[in-house]
């Protein structure tokens, strides 16, 4: 099936450097025996594969990757459209082999759906953890029940969602998931919290005790961690912006104690008059939590979920990021 994908890669896409698949299969028989009388058993089987591709020619670049993944399908590799995935990834290079770099100044943008939620993970799901209010590093420890970003916002974290990457039977202290409502209209409702962090700052357990195995102690953690969906379709969002970005594609970035974040994004457009004019590369979105919660002021309908991996104390677990199409009403673009 790998070589398959790559065989594809190297048939569709152009000026290619490098191409690769990855498949890993994680099957975690799971029991937990407490003190205070829990005793509770889980089987996990957790899938994910993924493609990169980077093209180049002469001074000019471009480097894209996509990634799915599934919780409790066995069938998973055998269902995997793996023709879809490849035909977007050696689309997307093409259009940005060439693409023009983008100008640095503060726009509104457009975000796109799925893997543009892992700048809330990031920049905001990180800070509603209560391990950040023990070590006192989020900006909305006293903030439950105020007004923490736009009215059009609304948040949360679960363990329920079928299939999803993040999704989990039980946490690793043997509560079960739930629904966690985070975000409602902008209001600050509920914090992440494990056994420790409920015992130490007093915000209810949220079934967000997670661990990567036994070597290491639980701690809150997210799982399928999403914006809701709004009133808005993607045609609203993008006939609102005369001039601006569109963030079709998210890659890396990085995220302060705070809330302090700069995250590249591998395919971009410019928008002029709502509509989408030219491909631009070279964006790096930057910005803090606290700032841009407020700006996210339009979310429209097509929520989508996308796989990805998180690194904490508690060492390295697999949660879903998400949200509908967003429009930020403006932030910091570097560029050249």
Known sequence: MLLGTTAALQKQASHIQSRRAVYFRDWQEVMVAASDGTFARDIRLTQSVGCN????????????GLRAGDTGNPGFLQTWNATAMVEEIAASAGRMLYADFVESGTYPIIMANEFGGVIFHEACGHLLETTQIERQTTPFAEKKGEKIAHSSLTAWDEGLSSHAFGTIDMDDEGMPAQHTLLIENGILKNFLSDRAGNQRTGHPRTGSGRRQN??????????????????????????????????????????????????????AYLI?????????????????????????????QDLSLAAGFCGSVSGSIYVTVGQPHIKVDAITVGGR
């Not at 809701?228 to 970005?245: N, Q």
């Open 53 to 64: 591709l980077l093209c180049a020619e002469g001074m000019h670049r471009s480097a894209i």
């Open 272 to 300: 002029e008059q709502g509509q989408i004019t030219k491909p631009l590369k070279g964006a790096t979105l930057i910005g803090e939590a606290t700032e841009i919660m407020h700006k996210i002021s339009m979310c429209s």
């Open 214 to 267: 036994y070597t290491y102690a639980a701690a809150s953690r997210m799982r399928n961690t999403y914006i809701a969906p709004g009133d808005y379709t993607v045609a609203d969002l993008f006939a609102s912006v005369e001039r601006g970005i569109y963030c079709k594609k998210m890659g890396g970035g990085s995220v302060g104690p705070t809330g302090q974040f700069n995250f590249a994004v591998d395919e």
